[in-house]
């Protein structure tokens, strides 16, 4: 059931404002004690009206924020993508792209966005990309995130291929082969879901060899991935995973 919960989570996002402080530990960055502070930071403040009010909730950090914003929802929030998977990161791209094809964020609340994606096609993807600084994949998420405002966007995503064999973060070892699904992009990497009820962090210097300039240039949500295991920190409730096999061999000569 731990193993369901959790991938409910990392696919549809939880409502901030509602979550209990046991779901809210299943979402990235967040542990037992910094869901406690949400819980009391919302019945001593009333609701959220914003991601960004997170980052005044006691022992929650810039870290734990970039890890764990992208899953929050907040229907209440004046500003929609509060309530999309678009993480704050990507907000200014996401406003900047309505404002390429004609839009604001009010018709995304409308639904008046129906002909997005054919305005984007219009305006071709890679210029468009180009334009907001960003990668086509990044793109292409934007757009689904803004056309299903309050939904699960991911519904048709393929599952994780798991291993039966590992179950939980203890079942982990260093240079340990895995599949898993990309779950959230961010500028420092990317979170993978392997399994194990924690996603693992694959850092942008361990996607590839080559010059990326952000890791949307080779990674996307959904994407289905080969990644190995650098390091696991159970107490912190990390993982570090690699995409690079020649890391793996520096790991079984250490």
């Given at each position: 059931?731990?193993?369901v919960?959790?991938?409910?989570?990392?696919?549809?996002?939880?409502?901030?404002?509602?979550?209990?402080?046991?779901?809210?530990?299943?979402?990235?960055?967040?542990?037992?004690?910094?869901?406690?502070?949400?819980?009391?930071?919302?019945?001593?403040?009333?609701?959220?009206?914003?991601?960004?009010?997170?980052?005044?909730?006691?022992?929650?950090?810039?870290?734990?924020?970039?890890?764990?914003?992208?899953?929050?929802?907040?229907?209440?929030?004046?500003?929609?993508?509060?309530?999309?998977?678009?993480?704050?990161?990507?907000?200014?791209?996401?406003?900047?792209?309505?404002?390429?094809?004609?839009?604001?964020?009010?018709?995304?609340?409308?639904?008046?966005?129906?002909?997005?994606?054919?305005?984007?096609?219009?305006?071709?993807?890679?210029?468009a990309?180009?334009?907001?600084?960003?990668?086509?994949?990044?793109?292409?998420?934007?757009?689904?995130?803004?056309?299903?405002?309050?939904?699960?966007?991911?519904?048709?995503?393929?599952?994780?291929?798991?291993?039966?064999?590992?179950?939980?973060?203890?079942?982990?070892?260093?240079?340990?082969?895995l599949?898993g699904?990309?779950?959230?992009?961010?500028?420092?990497?990317?979170?993978?879901?392997?399994?194990?009820?924690?996603?693992?962090?694959?850092?942008?210097?361990?996607?590839?060899?080559?010059?990326?300039?952000?890791?949307?240039?080779?990674?996307?949500?959904?994407d289905?991935?080969?990644?190995?295991?650098?390091?696991?920190?159970?107490?912190?409730?990390?993982?570090?995973?690699?995409?690079?096999?020649?890391?793996?061999?520096?790991?079984?000569?250490?």
């Amino acid at each position: 059931m731990d193993g369901v919960v959790e991938n409910c989570v990392n696919n549809v996002g939880v409502n901030l404002n509602t979550a209990s402080p046991s779901l809210l530990t299943r979402v990235s960055g967040i542990n037992s004690a910094v869901a406690h502070n949400i819980v009391i930071f919302r019945e001593e403040n009333g609701a959220f009206s914003s991601r960004a009010q997170l980052k005044k909730v006691p022992k929650l950090g810039a870290k734990a924020f970039e890890q764990c914003a992208g899953f929050m929802r907040i229907s209440e929030s004046k500003n929609v993508l509060d309530n999309t998977g678009v993480h704050p990161e990507s907000y200014k791209a996401a406003e900047n792209l309505l404002k390429l094809c004609g839009y604001t964020l009010s018709d995304v609340s409308s639904g008046a966005i129906s002909d997005l994606s054919d305005r984007v096609k219009l305006l071709g993807e890679e210029k468009a990309a180009e334009n907001l600084s960003i990668g086509v994949p990044t793109l292409q998420d934007i757009v689904k995130e803004l056309l299903r405002p309050g939904r699960d966007p991911r519904d048709e995503l393929p599952p994780a291929l798991l291993r039966t064999d590992v179950m939980s973060m203890d079942d982990l070892t260093a240079g340990m082969e895995l599949k898993g699904t990309v779950r959230n992009v961010i500028d420092f990497g990317a979170f993978i879901d392997i399994g194990v009820h924690q996603d693992g962090l694959v850092h942008i210097s361990q996607i590839t060899d080559k010059y990326i300039k952000h890791p949307s240039d080779v990674l996307k949500v959904g994407d289905v991935v080969t990644v190995w295991v650098i390091s696991v920190d159970i107490a912190k409730k990390r993982i570090a995973l690699t995409m690079k096999p020649q890391k793996v061999n520096e790991l079984h000569t250490q």
